[in-house]
């Protein structure tokens, strides 16, 4: 079936770094994804989307490129800051309406 | 952003209870989804609905039953509460199917089962 794994966290880092965050995901066709993020105490909520291959999703300075080659849908971001720290998942559609998340992968930055 | 309530917010329950969470969403979204998150887990599908009165199982359906009788209102039922139900429990909507559009999560519910 349907799979995403994404990075073992839990991820440190001082604030203006780099990040990336890996996801790969197992399926048949060419399924939608997407990231979400949950911030402490809240509901998940959408942070960027990518439908088919090739495709670079963006928002709040997150990207992440649908890599068909790679079955991968990376995120990163150039500079953190520390309201950036949250859980972030990978998720991929399965065909029409349902979701399929990966495990999260909780995200501190530093001051 | 969609309105979606869960109530209640927190419930302690004693193992053999049932207990009901409820979902409320004023988008008039037609699909709504009913998740629990565990660490390591992620989130696993429990129940959803594509429509009123029209619900399917998820990938982790066992010991729980949900109805819709109307559009905005979403219920999730624990028949007899385990501690291995112990739990976040996240509702969302999506007005259509979700390739292309996103779910709106609730809150979330926290469920002790002691």
């Known amino acids: 079936g349907n799979s995403v794994t994404q990075m073992e966290g839990p991820v440190t880092l001082s604030e203006e770094a780099f990040l990336t965050i890996n996801c790969t995901y197992t399926?048949?066709?060419?399924?939608?994804l997407f990231w979400y993020v949950q911030y402490p105490g809240e509901g998940l909520q959408l942070l960027l989307k990518?439908?088919?291959?090739?495709d670079k999703g963006s928002n709040k300075g997150f990207e992440a490129t649908y890599r068909k080659e790679t079955t991968s849908f990376h995120l990163e971001k150039g500079s953190v800051q520390v309201s950036d720290s949250a859980v972030y998942f990978c998720a991929l559609a399965q065909g029409a309406q349902k979701l399929v998340f990966g495990q999260g992968t909780r995200l501190t930055i530093n001051p | 952003d969609a309105g979606i309530t869960q109530s209640p917010r927190h419930k302690v329950t004693e193992t053999g209870t049932p207990v009901t969470l409820r979902c409320h969403q004023t988008?008039?979204?037609?699909?709504m989804y009913w998740y629990r998150q565990d660490p390591g887990h992620g989130l696993r599908l429990i129940h959803y609905s594509y429509g009123v009165k029209d619900t399917d199982k998820g990938e982790v359906s066992d010991g729980y039953s949900v109805s819709r009788s109307k559009t905005e209102d979403f219920l999730l039922t624990l028949e007899s509460a385990t501690s291995s139900q112990t739990s976040v429990y996240f509702c969302?909507?999506?007005?259509?199917?979700?390739?292309?559009?996103?779910?709106?999560f609730g809150p979330g519910t926290r469920l002790t089962v002691t």
């Open positions: 399926a048949t066709g060419y399924p939608s």
């Open positions: 969302a909507s999506s007005p259509q199917a979700v390739s292309s559009y996103e779910q709106y």
């Open positions: 990518a439908t088919k291959a090739d």
């Open positions: 988008e008039n979204h037609r699909y």
